[in-house]
């Protein structure tokens, strides 16, 4: 009887969440279906492009520390004015691109928080609908 009931329920859950998804999904027509999908793989490359660019920071911040460190031993070993000239130059070169790296990061990631957004909005409409 256990064993029966156990099945039963099970039968009822599984039938139950079939509908629910069945229905879900009966409501969105084909060519709102696909406008969400490209609205999903636009904000999984935007992600994809955000995080290459944050690890291409990364390595740019890493060179420019060691780029630093290079800076510091030539002036302890008395190399030329014009040497350490260039260095500093370098440096504030690297710096400068670093900082507008990370601006444009921050517009990006303005932008896919509006897609998302977006997305979300058109999802919630073709529920409705």
Avoid at 13 to 42: F, M, P, S, Y
Avoid at 49 to 58: K, L
Avoid at 77 to 92: M, N, V, Y
């Amino acid at each position: 009887m256990k064993i029966l009931f156990r099945s039963a329920l099970l039968l009822g859950v599984l039938l139950a969440v079939t509908a629910v998804t069945a229905t879900a999904q009966g409501n969105i027509n084909r060519w709102e279906r696909r406008e969400l999908r490209a609205d999903r793989h636009e904000v999984r490359a935007d992600t994809r492009d955000i995080r290459a660019d944050r690890r291409d920071i990364h390595g740019d911040v890493v060179d420019r520390r060691g780029d630093v460190r290079e800076l510091r031993q030539d002036r302890r070993e008395g190399a030329s004015q014009k040497e350490l000239r260039a260095d500093r130059r370098e440096i504030r070169s690297d710096t400068g691109d670093i900082r507008h790296d990370r601006r444009d990061i921050r517009g990006d990631l303005r932008d896919r928080r509006g897609d998302i957004r977006d997305y979300h909005q058109d999802q919630r409409r073709d529920r409705r609908n």
